[in-house]
């Protein structure tokens, strides 16, 4: 008999874990916008949530995930009456699946909810261990990834339930659309502008005119939406920008000229300070 041999095509890969906790928040409670060089995910396992990544926004609730790829500015509000349970986690991943799940939100299948479910019994059952538990009453009780410090399999065991997930939405998920309100429609339209300018540096007068609305309207959007000041939001899609010129090849000063920075040392410092790492730094591991 000839044996065949069936390769394993690998459609993604999370290769760290930053964080993975649950936790209930409070109506009105508000997450203030950050990035970061990683992903993180969001699921509403109860109650209600108004989440934006970059210029999308999106109502969420019970079953809804929604994914936030590398540099994406993002921020959540819980809008619903009774508070939110949401499970959160940040990972690093490769492989070709991992752009399917960009800019996304699903609105996960009974039968997704149960893998997640069944993650969580099984981190919950792990959490109870008395060898974990040592540990934990020591450190971080909320972090579900401390068990990584001294376990061989539970790293495998729990990003063996992500992976099945991420699967199954790739081939089968139901992608939800963006919120349609007057106010998300505004911030879409500012955003898109930033994106357009982003080699200059526009005025909140001038966005304000183009968006159709007051100042303070701008303002307020981008406060509730982004979490963040309008300038503060520009210096990041500068950086964002700036990130993509460096691995694509160009120098620290072209990128500087070329996004409007006044100066090549006040921009390898803002970029620092946004990333945590150095431009030249960036440009460098880029060209290897």
């Not at 949530?49 to 790829?69: D, M, P, Q, W």
């Amino acid at each position: 008999m000839v044996w065949l041999a069936y390769s394993v095509r690998e459609q993604i890969r999370i290769t760290d874990m930053y964080s993975l906790f649950e936790a209930h928040f409070d109506n009105g409670y508000a997450f203030p916008g950050e990035s970061h060089n990683f992903w993180e995910c969001l699921y509403v396992m109860k109650g209600e949530v108004c989440a934006s990544g970059n210029e999308r926004v999106y109502n969420l609730t019970r079953g809804s995930i929604i994914f936030h790829k590398p540099l994406e500015l993002h921020k959540f509000i819980v809008n619903g009456p009774d508070g939110a349970d949401l499970l959160i986690f940040s990972f690093a991943a490769e492989g070709p699946l991992t752009s399917c799940l960009a800019e996304k939100v699903f609105a996960l299948s009974d039968a997704q909810q149960d893998i997640l479910a069944s993650m969580l019994s099984f981190i919950r059952a792990k959490m109870e261990e008395p060898r974990f538990r040592k540990i934990l009453s020591a450190r971080d009780a909320s972090s579900c990834l401390e068990p990584f410090l001294i376990s061989s399999t539970y790293s495998q065991m729990l990003v063996t339930y992500l992976h099945q997930l991420m699967l199954s939405l790739a081939e089968t998920g139901s992608v939800s659309s963006v919120s349609s309100a007057p106010d998300a429609v505004i911030f879409r339209r500012a955003i898109s502008y930033l994106n357009s300018n982003v080699s200059a540096q526009p005025s909140v007068p001038e966005i304000a005119r183009y968006c159709n609305v007051s100042e303070a309207s701008i303002k307020r959007i981008f406060d509730k939406y982004a979490g963040m000041g309008i300038h503060k939001y520009l210096l990041k899609l500068k950086v964002k920008a700036a990130a993509e010129l460096l691995q694509s090849g160009e120098s620290v000063s072209s990128v500087a000229e070329q996004l409007g920075f006044n100066n090549q040392s006040y921009f390898s410092r803002a970029f620092k300070r946004e990333t945590g790492l150095a431009p030249s730094n960036l440009k460098a591991a880029a060209s290897q």
